[in-house]
Antibody, heavy 119, light 113 residues
Framework: EVQLLESGGGMVQPGGSLRLSCAAS????????MSWVRQAPGKGLEWVSG????????YYADSVKGRFTISRDNSKNTLNLQMNSLRAEDTALYYC????????????WGQGTLVTVSS | DIVMTQSPDSLAVSLGERATINCKSS????????????LAWYQQKPGQPPKLLIY???TRESGVPDRFSGSGSGTDFTLTVSSLQAEDVAVYYC?????????FGQGTKLEIK
């Protein structure tokens, strides 16, 4: 059974940083692209960032480009998201999502970790 | 960026009746080399992550009841629930995975009338 367990969320002041992690199990992690998708309270889904199988190619939404960095450690089955220069509009539940091979189609999602940016 | 627009924003349907949700993309998501539409539908129930229902515009994910069906091509797509059940109350999202940034529709809230 595929399991994705996010961690690292919390409350941070504007301008601060957080590092999210996603521990993956139940599948061959180094065979699939991964992404982060967020959902602001009461709002819809927004794709944030994606990373290729090997980790050598990364993609970002314009809203986070230059502030967020996605990475993966295939030896530890872990996906990460380093978030810097956080803004109030980054407040959201952040989901880790497993892609169908190297596509942007997401067949498994974690339960999410909540990030709150507030002074 | 490809903008995904769903209609309606909310929908109330009687149990056992048909529910139809539309999704329009600002540009075609049909990849000519394989003739596949890079369009998915997700269901999200309160307090839960999204669940993949339909991909390639019309292929049901394993385990999804056959009352859910997807259709359409190019820029216009439809999700149909043929006979609404109580457990289908949720928000439904379409998503294009044709190109980054991957984008979702704003969501359609499906309720029981």
């Amino acid at each position: 059974e595929v399991q994705l367990l996010e961690s690292g969320g919390g409350m941070v002041q504007p301008g601060g940083s957080l590092r999210l992690s996603c521990a993956a199990s139940g599948f061959n992690f180094n065979g699939y692209a991964m992404s982060w998708v967020r959902q602001a309270p009461g709002k819809g889904l927004e794709w944030v960032s994606g990373i290729s199988v090997s980790g050598d190619t990364t993609y970002y939404a314009d809203s986070v480009k230059g502030r967020f960095t996605i990475s993966r450690d295939n030896s530890k089955n872990t996906l990460n998201l380093q978030m810097n220069s956080l803004r109030a509009e980054d407040t959201a539940l952040y989901y880790c999502a497993k892609a169908v091979f190297s596509t942007g189609l997401f067949d498994n999602w974690g339960q999410g970790t909540l990030v709150t940016v507030s002074s | 960026d490809i903008v995904m627009t769903q209609s309606p924003d909310s929908l109330a349907v009687s149990l056992g009746e048909r529910a139809t949700i539309n999704c329009k993309s600002s540009q075609s998501v049909l990849y000519s080399s394989n003739n596949k539409n890079y369009l998915a539908w997700y269901q999200q129930k309160p307090g839960q992550p999204p669940k993949l229902l339909i991909y390639w515009a019309s292929t049901r994910e394993s385990g999804v009841p056959d009352r859910f069906s997807g259709s359409g091509s190019g820029t216009d797509f439809t999700l149909t629930v043929s006979s609404l059940q109580a457990e289908d109350v949720a928000v439904y999202y379409c998503q294009q995975y044709y190109t980054t940034p991957y984008t979702f529709g704003q969501g359609t809230k499906l309720e029981i009338k």
